[in-house]
């Protein structure tokens, strides 16, 4: 490799068509990727940037034009040829088999040997220094279905950095990180690239894409847009680009002053092991934010509280005292809760959409029979309501895109007429259009009367969309803001649990 | 040629036209129909089709039953057992009440109630432990098929349990007479299998089940109460199982430890070969009539013909099993 220009590029497509079927979804797209540098793919759910990497990294052949490699066409036939010649792919979903160790994940399919056995002893150390460079605490003999999510993303690189990798692809790398994590893994990410690595990430944070690309490729409907180095774009030129519309102001502005009616009130509401002791209000048609880092007990709080895990404490819902033991029971009190985790809690990707949207609230459709002809209008009205782009009425849950079924679980939700909605993590993983969509309806809801509860790892979003803002730290309730104070700085502070203003890491 | 399914959560959808994972029981039984007809002039006789008929009501009311706990990511295993068990605590509850109640209508409620209370409790034991304990369907009804076949065993003190020789008279008009010529075994299946497919498909259990199958944890956050289903699932199959025994009881008049072997294998074959996915989420209830059907059309065909033993019942019926989860899955693959 002695002979290579900086500018040659180490991984490029020339003019890669891609189709699925009789449906095009790349267009004669060009990115290269030149080592020693981070580039960052941005673009709205749906553009071709996920088809675009399975490319590059040997997942999917292209139906048109060349991928190339240190300058010479290559055809990869599988991840695992391309893996053999130095490109890795991150998956977003891990690609980790749960009940391995984390040493036997980093060494799968290329284990060392002595003789017939196993090396165990080497494998575990050539682990171990990999994680320590990673700064990943976990030790190399963990089960992986024991460690969290942030820490299998450090094993993922960790893998790659066992298979010495050249490319390194990287498919929305933060979008389970908190701030603290993400910026850890950028810290990673600075040194790879010193070490003359080529990255691609993507991802939906265009503060990130600022703060770490040495250039940026924008994606739409399948093709590029525009390739120029980051310090030539300003994030609002990111969004416009991706967008491909000038976006006005992300959060709607409330309008009409806020009730005094208090609609939840929760006082030391306990789940063991996660949430001590956390008591708050919820006024009528107030969006209430919590914040806190992940792992905080921000979510099972809430899960606890709508019966989804054991807990106690006092709930009054419109003034009256509460028992809520299954979500089916605050549902019956106009309660309900929007997972996070749209793949594995919140759709049943196998079914249609329409059984997905009335899930929750089947039983207004039995009489006692189902009926079939209410329920799709329900669906119909809900794909206008909430604009659910999709491919076909009929179609199963997992082939819409991320955002769109983000849409449908809320259409989902809404179904079941709350009074009260906690909706968690509203906008991950989805792009800045669907997000504006997202927020406005949020805000509707609220101006309707109903009273909503939004939990939020993005600062900005936590503090755009809600009047007030509940930080939890450890399991309690740490603080709250509200008015001038609601700040990035003042939450972060809270948060970490920090008198004065630095952004250090919170131990473990 | 093009086939819609008709059913809400249908997997996969077949690309080239013609969808195998729907037609495909529908044509092994049709040619089933066929190979049997040519081969053997009775068998498409008023007796020989009453007698397949008959024989099938038994597995398949249970696979009705199965076919719901399967779809809810089930499995029961004891369901052979439970019968022979169930079968032989009737025959025991009647022989002793016969001395004071004398032979009637009061022995025989109490006997059809024995069977029915007794299936409602099996299924809840089963359903409880694995709702509520959290253990493994599959060991869970490991244990329980193991014990009821040795409780039966126990009370026929290793030989068999025989019905009081008046009281087999009085019953044996449960299995053998009818309506309009048809035997009650063959309506009772009837009735419990049109009932079993409008709640799969038209009721919001048969939707939960489904749910639940395929992903119980988004059931749990979409306010089902995934544990209660589940358990509904095992004490309805229970009860089919007490059904099924009624009916069986008076045709031999006795249980021993040899009765309802393996029926719980033809019940899950059968389901399985009707298109219910193994791992649930997805279930119909008329793919597992044409299921039984078919299994039971191989044993008669092969009792009705010389050309293979009838002992090889069992091998063939374990291709076919195996046949029809290999389809399964390359209709799966094409997704």
């Not at chain 1, 790349?26 to 941005?42: F, K, N, S, T, Y």
């Not at chain 1, 807990?311 to 019956?332: L, S």
């Not at chain 1, 504006?436 to 939990?455: C, K, N, P």
Request: hydrophobic share 45%; proline share 3%.
């Amino acid at each position: 490799m002695a002979s290579q220009t900086i500018s040659q590029p180490r991984l490029a497509l020339r003019s890669v068509d891609r189709s699925f079927g009789p449906v095009q979804v790349l267009h004669g797209i060009d990115i290269d990727l030149r080592p020693g540098e981070v580039h960052a793919l941005i673009g709205e759910n749906g553009a071709g940037k996920s088809t675009a990497m399975k490319i590059m990294t040997g997942y999917l052949a292209p139906t048109g034009g060349t991928v190339e490699l240190d300058g010479k066409p290559v055809r990869f036939g599988s991840s695992e040829t391309a893996e053999a010649q130095g490109v890795v792919l991150i998956h977003q979903e891990f690609n980790l088999a749960e009940q391995l160790t984390v040493e036997e994940n980093v060494f799968l399919g290329r284990e060392l040997r002595r003789g017939l056995f196993l090396d165990k002893a080497a494998m575990r150390r050539k682990t171990a220094g990999w994680l320590s460079e990673l700064r990943c605490r976990v030790a190399p003999t963990d089960r992986v279905s024991d460690i969290s999510n942030p820490d299998k993303q450090l094993v993922e690189i960790a893998k790659a950095l066992g298979r010495d990798a050249k490319v390194i692809v990287m498919d929305e790398p933060t979008a389970v990180l908190t701030n603290s994590e993400a910026e850890a893994l950028f810290e990673q990410i600075d040194r790879l690239r010193s070490e003359g690595a080529a990255i691609l990430f993507t991802s939906h944070k265009l503060d990130e894409v600022k703060r770490i690309s040495d250039r940026i490729t924008v994606m739409r409907d399948g093709v590029v847009v525009t390739t120029k180095p980051t310090s030539e774009m300003s994030e609002d030129q990111m969004a416009e680009a991706m967008v491909g519309r000038e976006l006005k102001d992300l959060y709607p502005v409330r309008r009409g002053a806020l009730s005094e009616t208090p609609a939840l009130q929760v006082e030391g509401l306990t789940v063991p092991g996660h949430a001590e002791d956390v008591s708050f209000t919820l006024r009528q048609g107030e969006i209430l934010g919590i914040a806190g880092l992940i792992g905080s007990g921000r979510t099972e709080a809430m899960e606890g509280l709508v019966g989804l895990r054991r807990h106690t404490g006092r709930v009054r819902i419109g003034g009256q005292d509460a028992t809520i033991r299954t979500p089916k029971e605050a549902q019956e009190l106009g309660l309900v809760y929007l997972t996070e985790d749209r793949k594995s809690r919140g759709l049943v990707l196998n079914m249609g959409l329409r059984e997905n949207l009335t899930l929750t609230s089947l039983r207004q459709f039995a009489k006692p029979l189902l009926d079939r002809r209410a329920e799709e209008e329900a669906l119909t009205k809900a794909i206008r309501d909430f604009d659910i782009r999709t491919p076909a009425r009929d179609t199963l849950a997992k082939n819409l895109s991320g955002g769109n079924q983000q849409k449908l679980l809320i259409a989902k939700t809404m179904l079941a007429e709350p009074k009260i909605v906690i909706i968690d993590e509203p906008t991950r993983g989805i792009d800045i259009g669907t997000k504006q969509q997202i927020y406005d309806f949020i805000h509707r809801l609220a101006a309707e009367g109903t009273s909503v509860i939004v939990i939020s790892s993005e600062l900005p979003e936590v503090i755009g969309l809600s009047d007030r803002v509940l930080v939890m730290r450890r399991g309690r309730m740490a603080g709250e803001v509200a008015g001038a104070d609601k700040t990035e700085d003042a939450i972060v502070r809270l948060a970490m649990g920090l008198g004065a203003a630095s952004r250090e890491e919170e131990p473990a | 040629m093009t086939t819609t399914t008709e059913g809400g959560a249908a997997p996969a959808k077949a690309r080239h036209g013609v969808n195998l994972h729907v037609l495909g029981p529908i044509l092994a039984l049709i040619a089933l129909v066929i190979v049997g007809a040519l081969m053997n002039s009775n068998f498409l006789s008023a007796g020989n089709v009453t007698n397949v008929l008959a024989r099938s009501a038994f597995i398949g009311i249970i696979a009705v039953g199965m076919t719901f706990v399967i779809t809810a990511g089930g499995l029961d295993l004891s369901v052979g057992s439970m019968a022979a068990f169930i079968a032989g605590l009737m025959i025991l509850v009647m022989n002793l009440a016969l001395p004071s109640m004398g032979v009637g209508l009061p022995v025989m409620l109490l006997g059809i109630a024995t069977a029915l209370v007794a299936g409602l409790v099996a299924g809840w034991i089963n359903g409880i432990l694995i709702t509520t304990m959290r253990i493994e369907a599959f060991i869970v009804t490991l244990g329980t098929m193991g014990i009821y076949r040795s409780l039966v065993t126990w009370l026929a003190d290793g030989g068999t349990l025989s019905l009081d020789f008046g009281l087999r008279t009085a019953l044996q008009p449960l299995y053998y007479s009818g309506i309009l010529g048809i035997s009650w075994p063959i309506i009772v299946f009837a009735i419990v299998a049109i009932i079993g497919e409008v709640v799969m498909r038209m009721t919001a259990f048969g939707r939960y089940c489904a749910a639940i199958g395929s992903n119980d944890q988004v059931a749990r956050y979409s306010s089902v109460n995934v544990n209660r289903m589940r358990l509904y699932t095992y004490v309805g199959l229970g009860l089919l199982v007490g059904i099924a025994t009624i009916m069986y009881v008076p045709r031999l008049g006795s249980a021993s430890s040899a009765t309802g072997v393996l029926w719980e294998l033809e019940a899950i074959a059968a389901v399985i070969i009707g298109g219910t996915v193994l791992k649930g989420g997805f279930g119909r209830v008329w793919g597992t009539v044409i299921g039984v059907l078919i299994l039971s059309l191989i044993g008669n065909i092969l009792n009705l013909t010389d050309a293979v033993s009838p002992y090889l019942n069992g091998a063939i019926q374990g291709v076919i099993i195996v046949l029809a989860v290999i389809l399964q899955r390359e209709s799966k693959a094409g997704d």
